[in-house]
């Protein structure tokens, strides 16, 4: 059972559009939401976070928006850069004291120049 | 932000031998976290690791198949045993960082022939 899912496995967009990236889950006592981006041959670098308390967080040319009672959030880039080429997970957590993290199945992200 | 190296990065097994696999934080921990990333897959969390106490292994995962060691704050391994083909893909350690944020090491290719 996918509790976070990323139905988009690619995503190819022009340098300097945006690009949004999707992710739905199931559980609702999920209350910490995360994302990462991975370059092959790398580790996941953590990107920006959103609480359950928010329905937007701004990093940058990073937003991530959360739709609570459509179990969805996105991951907004503007404006996309070559160099954001990557996969991106989403990843959820549910705040307990295990500090365990379920992710989604990545998405990967192409930006043409 | 924590520095989590990893070794080896990448290694070639036969079957039916066992790979270890080590992590080093630059800063304790209290957890710290061995995922895997089988091909076109998520990360899926295989144990977590609390040092003086036995790992906590997610449901499919068992300490006979992957055996954890974490002797102090800043270390853990992750043997992969008796391998076959199936356990080719990336084991990834992580420790938390500030709230729910996690580090990852850059990863350990396996392949398994």
């Known amino acids: 059972d996918q509790q976070v899912k990323q139905n988009s496995p690619s995503l190819s967009v022009q340098e300097g559009r945006i690009s949004i990236l999707n992710c739905d889950y199931t559980?609702?006592?999920?209350?910490?939401f995360l994302w990462y981006k991975k370059y092959p041959a790398e580790g996941p670098t953590f990107l920006i976070s959103?609480?359950?308390?928010?329905d937007k967080n701004e990093d940058g040319r990073f937003t991530v928006f959360l739709n609570k009672s459509a179990k969805h959030l996105s991951l907004h880039i503007v404006p996309s850069q070559p160099g954001d080429s990557a996969v991106y997970f989403c990843?959820?957590?549910?705040?307990?004291?295990?500090?365990?993290?379920?992710f989604g199945t990545g998405t990967l992200l192409a930006v043409q120049p | 932000s924590a520095v989590i190296s990893q070794k080896p990065s990448r290694d070639i097994c036969q079957r039916g031998t066992s790979l270890t696999i080590q992590c080093q934080v630059d800063?304790?921990?209290?957890?710290m976290f061995w995922y895997r990333q089988q091909p076109g897959q998520s990360l899926t969390l295989i144990a977590t690791?609390?040092?003086?106490?036995?790992?906590?292994?997610e449901s499919g995962f068992v300490i006979d198949k992957f055996p954890i060691s974490r002797p102090n704050l800043t270390f853990s391994t992750l043997t992969v045993s008796n391998m076959s083909p199936e356990d080719s893909s990336i084991y990834l350690c992580?420790?938390?960082?500030?709230?729910?944020?996690?580090?990852f090491g850059q990863g350990t290719r396996l392949t398994v022939v």
């Open positions: 990843a959820a957590s549910d705040g307990g004291a295990t500090n365990k993290l379920i």
């Open positions: 959103i609480s359950s308390i928010k």
């Open positions: 559980n609702s006592m999920f209350d910490y």
């Open positions: 690791a609390n040092q003086g106490s036995e790992a906590t292994y």
């Open positions: 800063s304790q921990v209290t957890m």
């Open positions: 992580s420790a938390p960082a500030q709230g729910t944020e996690a580090f």
